[in-house]
């Protein structure tokens, strides 16, 4: 049930920010305190891998359930519904995903110990799945 609540005061934030022209600021200002607040996260949180943040999103949030796969050099994850995408097309928003999503577990990532980059494949705002690799910097 809170998860359900969070999700939808996500999805009204969205629309104030874009009702009020400001979505793309908010989420370029967002991103660099989420570059600036990551290692502090994954310390607070006890995160050391990728797929470790992944699933802290989804027992936390609860917006996707991520379906995870490692090989030696990547870690893909896959969600086939998320409850913050579905609720923002149901009342004609943006697109979410960046500002709540994406830049995040990006940020997340990259601030890894070891170094790793995020390719987002796809999400379900204009696919049937989020598509998420995760590499390790070279």
Known sequence: MLQLFY???LADSVRRYSDAGILNA???QKEK???MAAKGQLAQLQI???AEIFKMFSEVF???SWDIEETDDKLTAR???CLLCAIAKKMNLPKPCNIYCINPVRAQAESLDGGYR????????ESDKCEFVVIRNQ
Do not use: D, Y
Not at 118 to 125: A, D, E, F, I, R
């Open 62 to 64: 609860g917006c996707i």
């Open 79 to 81: 969600g086939n519904s």
């Open 26 to 28: 908010v989420e370029a």
């Open 48 to 50: 050391s891998t990728p």
């Open 7 to 9: 999700a939808g005061v």
């Open 33 to 35: 305190e989420q570059r």
């Open 118 to 125: 995020l390719n987002v494949g796809s999400t379900l705002w």
